[in-house]
């Protein structure tokens, strides 16, 4: 089986494991640090090891799973969260302000930020 998720965002994007637990060199999971699998692999996974957690360098990520299909059950397989990562940087435009006007501007800022996130999905048998 290959399945295939294209992950979106405005921002960057966050990929974090609860759980992973694959059969070692027959299931993989790679991610992809872009929209498409000719993006740079920023990580291979197999095995019971969880990865640390990824985070794009762009507003994409790619993510590719692969397995023999063979029904063993003693796998738990994955699972994975993904989040939008907003890229902070506080400047301060004017010294001179006082600190209440300084948390004003920031929360306003804040306030202005939506990160967005959407995701595309496709699987398929792959069959000798």
Not at 36 to 58: D, E, N, Q, T, W
Request: aromatic share 12%; charged share 25%.
């Amino acid at each position: 089986m290959d399945c295939r998720w294209n992950i979106t965002s405005n921002a960057w994007v966050e990929l974090t494991y609860d759980r992973f637990d694959m059969e070692l060199f027959d299931d993989y999971q790679t991610v992809y640090d872009g929209a498409s699998l000719s993006a740079p692999v920023i990580g291979r996974f197999s095995g019971s090891k969880r990865p640390l957690p990824l985070i794009s360098s762009s507003t994409n990520l790619y993510v590719r799973f692969t397995t023999d299909a063979a029904q063993n059950k003693q796998y738990k397989g994955f699972r994975a969260n993904y989040r939008g990562k907003m890229r902070f940087i506080l400047m301060m435009e004017n010294i001179v302000r006082t600190e209440v006007q300084t948390k004003k501007n920031i929360q306003h800022r804040l306030n202005l930020t939506q990160v967005k996130v959407k995701f595309e999905h496709f699987c398929a048998l792959i069959t000798a």
